[in-house]
């Protein structure tokens, strides 16, 4: 079972400059809990997640954890997206992507060429769904 069996193509995806709300938006929208960060370059630069759209790094730390803040457009996704995530690639086995997700506890990986341009991205779920069908 290699990945790109299994990963989406139709990748929506999240500029640096692009706003935070607008970005929570696009992710509600589609139903996304990742969203690759695509640079200039169209090369990827990084990653932002549901989780860093909950309690971005911007905020700053408080006694009470139920901070009340405002998700707008001010706040850029390139401050609160993880930088340099880790990657597969197409032809890479599902397991490698099962490893990578476990050992750094991430839900998704994007698949990227040789020359970090985005291909794909590949969730837990269809990992979950590679290791059914082996199954079935």
Not at 62 to 70: D, Q
Not at 79 to 105: C, G, W, Y
């Amino acid at each position: 079972m290699i990945v790109k069996q299994y990963m989406s193509t139709d990748v929506v995806t999240a500029n640096l400059h692009d706003g935070l709300r607008q970005t929570f938006y696009r992710m509600r929208e589609h139903d996304f809990h990742h969203m690759p960060v695509i640079g200039e370059d169209e090369r990827l630069v990084g990653i932002i997640s549901d989780r860093d759209l909950r309690r971005p790094d911007w905020i700053d730390d408080e006694e009470n954890v139920a901070h009340y803040y405002l998700l707008d457009n001010a706040h850029k996704v390139d401050k609160s997206m993880t930088r340099d995530p880790f990657v597969v690639h197409a032809e890479d086995n599902i397991q490698k992507a099962v490893e990578l997700m476990m050992e750094h506890k991430c839900g998704a990986l994007p698949v990227v060429d040789d020359n970090r341009k985005l291909v794909g991205i590949i969730s837990s779920i269809d990992c979950l769904r590679a290791f059914h069908d082996q199954d079935v």
